[in-house]
């Protein structure tokens, strides 16, 4: 679709909810020493074993060049007894030590593999779940392609972070203390102070530069962020587009948000390029200067030649970690932030709790009660103003109105969605806020307007209703639903593949499949919210057999706009912003001749003139 960038980019949106640099640290720490996983621990302190190795070799390779030098360029000073061994021998000893710091770091490598790995999915698993035990408020406020884009930086910036917090920062600074010592015992103070003055100047400008591009990246990544999220919309929407003409305007709305991703992308390349050339300035100069305080030494004879390329090793020994810092620093920099969003994702409290001590709901038959019930999305717009109902069990309910009355509101408070502002909501003489969320997710079963389904198999989304159900199992469901001969009659059966959201099915076929997966849980307690709305005529006859069957049994809710499909139900409640207006069987509301007698009136002259048509 385009060039996705790295997982270094920084958070879109700055009143983002995300940890602190140190508090997101101290979360990652843990995942380094894992509780509990002696084999996990002992491969942490083997890998540090073989990260000292790797740096003690690696200070004392120059020693080793300098006397193959000396070896060769014989002088009257002192060489060291190093050099009796010979230039041939120090050679094959340089090319061995070259050759174990690569193995020691490679072996480090291997050894914090599998302890990198499981910190990646422990926290990739910790959130998936905890972004599904959010609540419904929560995601129909999020965009979906933003939250995973959440997920995924955040996730790669623990990868990034457990590997060069661990073998970077902490060895590179080891190793700039050593070669410090050794210039110092070896040379004179000065050496180690024009190190320290270099370094020092170093990474003042690197991070202050680098706390500049911050912002920067920031920007980048907000109008990343904002491209994708327009990308996935459009494609999620790829047959609305069709029937609008709207190719060519969601290419212009596309490139709009890629013009400023790609503003940004060149202030960032532009604010890096800075960054380098700064950083090899301040380099090559303390390597000259160092150079040339060992050049004076060799022509005034207190130094060898090989002291001279022993000071040259060292130098670029420790310019290439300078050079590896400011990278690190400024990945590091970015994957806390981009840990921290996530970590600040992982502390979004869910509006809904389950109470401490909750008992599992017990059933005895699934009689349904509201009693008083208020609620409001927004505190300054109720949306239910004190509904009473009973439900009793095995018998159907049937909740009709307009738009905006409050019947799915209604559904979604039994459901747990959200908690109630005012009043209960119980479940054979239970407050459903005191009985755990599986226990009632397991007794209600709900049929929506619009099933969605996993972009798998018919087989598999029917399959979905229960955790371990057998074939038998969801064939009978199946042919509950009505939907079993439909099945049988494609030519990959229930194997068939039923594209995105379950794009390749028609309504009504959607609708067959989602009863069969809500026969299969075999709930207490039915809620039909719209389930044929949606649907023409002939199609929601044949939906609305399969309906009744699965009510059979069961108490049902019924939330309805058409009024033909609910005149079987046991009573029938009409709202009207958020009050219960009338109440009774189909033929008790026409003989009052009110609200749902006037709806029901309506209707029928609607359908006449459909027929007509």
């Keep these: 679709m385009r ?5 270094n980019a920084l958070p879109s949106d700055p009143s983002e909810p995300r940890a602190s640099g140190w508090a997101t640290i101290a979360k990652v720490a843990p995942y380094l020493w894992p509780e509990g996983q002696t084999t996990l621990r002992a491969r942490v302190v083997l890998a540090m074993l073989a990260l000292l190795a790797s740096k003690l070799i690696a200070v004392g390779t120059p020693i080793l060049y300098k006397s193959a030098v000396d070896a060769l360029a014989p002088s009257e000073l002192d060489a060291g007894w190093l050099v009796g061994i010979g230039a041939v021998g120090l050679t094959v000893a ?23 790995q499981r910190a990646l999915r422990r926290l990739a698993l910790e959130t998936f779940t905890h972004v599904h035990q959010l609540s419904l408020r929560y995601h129909l406020t999020r965009k979906t392609g933003g939250l995973s884009r959440i997920i995924e930086r955040g996730v790669k910036g623990v990868e990034f972070l457990l590997r060069f917090l661990l073998f970077s920062i902490g060895p590179l600074v080891l190793e700039l203390l050593m070669i410090g010592v050794v210039m110092t015992i070896l040379f004179d103070i000065w050496y180690m102070v024009v190190i320290l003055g270099v370094i020092t100047l170093y990474v003042a400008f690197t991070f202050i530069v680098t706390e500049w591009r911050v912002k920067i990246r920031r920007e980048m990544n907000k109008q990343d962020t904002d491209a994708n999220q327009k990308a996935i919309d459009s494609l999620l929407n790829f047959e609305t587009v069709k029937y609008f003409n709207a190719e060519a305007r969601e290419s212009r709305r596309y490139d709009t948000a890629m013009a400023g991703y790609e503003q940004a992308a060149l202030k960032t390349s532009y604010s890096l390029a800075i960054l380098n050339f700064g950083q090899t300035a301040l380099i090559t100069s303390g390597l000259v200067a160092v150079m040339v305080m060992a050049a004076r030494g060799v022509q005034a004879g207190t130094l060898t030649v090989g002291d001279f390329v022993m000071v040259n090793a060292y130098m670029i020994q420790i310019t290439m970690p300078l050079g590896f810092l400011g990278t690190v620093y400024r990945e590091i920099r970015q994957a806390l932030v981009d840990m921290g969003e996530m ?20 059933l005895r038959g699934g009689r349904v009660a509201l009693k008083d ?27 009709v109105g307009h738009s905006g009355s409050g019947k799915s509101t209604i559904g979604r408070l039994l459901f747990r969605f959200y908690d109630v502002t005012g009043g209960a909501i119980e479940i054979d003489g239970q407050d459903i806020r005191d009985v755990t969320l599986d226990s009632l997710h397991r007794a209600i079963g709900v049929v929506p307007q619009d099933t969605v389904l996993f972009n798998d198999t018919i087989y598999y989304n029917i399959a979905y209703g229960k955790d371990d159900a057998t074939r038998a199992e969801v064939e009978a469901a199946a042919k509950a639903a009505r939907i079993h001969d439909f099945i049988i009659g494609l030519p990959e059966g229930y194997d068939t593949q039923v594209g995105e959201r379950g794009l390749k099915l028609s309504g ?34 044949s939906i609305h057999e399969a309906l009744a069957a699965a009510g059979q049994g069961r108490t049902v809710i019924t939330i309805a706009h058409r009024l033909s499909t609910v005149v079987d139900a046991d009573r029938i409640v009409v709202l009207e912003a958020g009050k219960v207006v009338e109440a009774g069987s189909h033929a008790e509301l026409l003989v009052q001749g009110q609200r749902y007698a006037q709806m029901w009136a309506h209707q029928a002259a609607e359908r006449l003139v459909d027929a007509a048509q």
């Design 3 to 7: 060039y996705r960038p790295s997982s």
């Design 343 to 362: 970590f600040g994702l992982l502390e979004q409290p869910p509006d809904v709790h389950e109470k401490p001590g909750a008992h599992a709901l017990a």
């Design 508 to 541: 009504g076929e959607k609708q067959r499949v989602g009863i069969a997966r809500t026969l299969l849980k075999d709930p207490a307690i039915l809620l039909l919210d719209e389930a044929t709305s949606a649907l023409d005529t002939q199609t929601e006859r």
């Design 373 to 399: 019930v208020r609620f409001a999305y927004d505190p300054a717009r109720p949306i239910l103003k004190g509904i009473t109902l009973d439900v009793p069990a095995g018998q159907t309910l049937a909740l």
């Design 94 to 116: 340089y090319g061995l030590a070259r050759l174990m710091n690569n193995g020691f770091q490679q072996l480090r490598d291997a050894l914090f593999a599998a302890v990198a």
